[in-house]
Nanobody
Framework: VQLVESGGGLVQAGGSLRLSCAASGSTFRITVMGWYRQAPGKQRELVAAITSGGGSTNYADSVKGRFTISRDNAKSTLYLQMNSLKPEDTAVYYC??????????????WGQGTQVTVSS
């Protein structure tokens, strides 16, 4: 499984961005997908996650009500709509996918990351 993020950039506080993550390869093995972020000097943290059918989502408290995660399985693409952005949302955002494998534990895949910078 390969993951490629896009959509990051520079935006003013209060603005919006939409991140995309295109998955390729054995995408049929993907179950949960999510977005993580890592700010300078901080640990990588979960932003939002979504199950394979999109029926269940999970958000970090800091982004609830502002960010929306979604996935289009037909296009093998994950999205993160980010509204009301704050300077503290500045970070590198990473796409994550968990895929099942035969006779081994689930495998975790990461994208290369996309920079989101929110100016005050």
């Amino acid at each position: 499984v390969q993951l490629v993020e896009s959509g990051g950039g520079l935006v003013q506080a209060g603005g919006s961005l939409r991140l995309s993550c295109a998955a390729s390869g054995s995408t049929f093995r993907i179950t949960v997908m999510g977005w993580y972020r890592q700010a300078p000097g901080k640990q990588r943290e979960l932003v939002a996650a979504i199950t394979s059918g999109g029926g269940s989502t999970n958000y970090a408290d800091s982004v609830k009500g502002r960010f929306t995660i979604s996935r289009d399985n037909a296009k093998s693409t994950l999205y993160l709509q980010m509204n009301s952005l704050k300077p503290e949302d500045t970070a590198v955002y990473y796409c994550n996918a968990v895929a099942w494998a035969i006779a081994t534990p689930d495998i975790e895949y990461w994208g290369q990351g996309t920079q989101v910078t929110v100016s005050s």
